[in-house]
């Protein structure tokens, strides 16, 4: 992560390079869907972001409240 919620890779110096979609690069900050090419290995990046994390949490969580009670018409 590079402090701002997002992920960075970065090439090391590295003799294979690092490629991502096709091209190499120094340094690319991640996206949904980009495509790492590991030696024979092409890995797909498929990152949530906070917000969808914190939208589906605060729906399951209020999925599981209680049905409102009121009590008050007795």
Known sequence: MNGHSQFEIR????TNLT???GHDVASHVL??????????T???????SSDDVMNEKTTRDL???P????????
Not at 67 to 74: E, H, Y
Request: proline letters at 0%; zero cysteines; a negative charge.
């Open 67 to 74: 049905k409102d009670t009121d009590n008050s018409s007795n």
């Open 31 to 40: 996206q949904y869907g980009d495509l790492i090419l590991l030696g024979d």
């Open 42 to 48: 092409e890995v797909k990046v498929e990152i949530e």
């Open 19 to 21: 490629i991502v979609n």
């Open 11 to 14: 090439d090391l110096d590295s």
């Open 63 to 65: 999925n599981i409240l």
